[in-house]
Every structure is written in C-alpha cells, then in structure tokens.
C-alpha cells in the first residue's frame, strides 16, 4: 500500500459517458443526491471517461450497467399508456383540427 499513497490522484472527467448518464437520470425522475446507486452510476460514468486503458473502461462500463440496472428498477413508475390511449388521443386531435 506504500506505492498508492505516493501515487498523484487522477483527475476524473466528466465527458460523454457521464453525461449520457446524467440524462437518463434525469429521464428516469431520479436525483443523484438522494440515490446511492445514482451517484455511483456516475461516479463509474466519470471513471469510463476518464479510463486511459481498456480493462479499466470494460471494468467501470460492466460496473455502470449493473448500477444503471438497480437505479431503472427504483425508479417511480412513468406513465406511458398502451396502443389504444395513443389511438384515442389521435382521434381526439383529429375532432379538435
């Protein structure tokens, strides 16, 4: 451990990956701060943009998806309705053109 402690810290980057994750986040209602596996989804998001290997990038890209998968499962319920809520809003449009 004598090795880590004189190693410089690496700086994180918030690049595409992160941003991506940011977004569906937001998509999906769910605050990074009030969510442990948000914020760790990030944190990985951050990790894979900042990743100089490809190991470290496979590593935090498995990683994200597993933290991404719990946070879509805890995620509020949206309301999207079925084939005919789409079929009905269509023909009210067409009786209000």
Sequence with gaps: M???????KR???RGAVHAATEAELEQLGVDAGTSAPAA????LA????SASDA???????RELRQSMAVVRAMA???EQG???DELTRRR??????
Excluded: S
């Design 46 to 49: 951050m990790e894979m943009d």
């Design 55 to 61: 190991g470290g990038a496979a590593t935090a890209a």
């Design 92 to 97: 009210e449009g067409r009786r209000g053109a």
């Design 76 to 78: 509020p319920p949206t």
């Design 2 to 8: 004598e090795g880590r402690a004189n190693k410089p």
């Design 82 to 84: 079925d084939k005919i």
């Design 40 to 43: 760790t989804a990030l944190r």
């Design 11 to 13: 700086r994180l980057r």
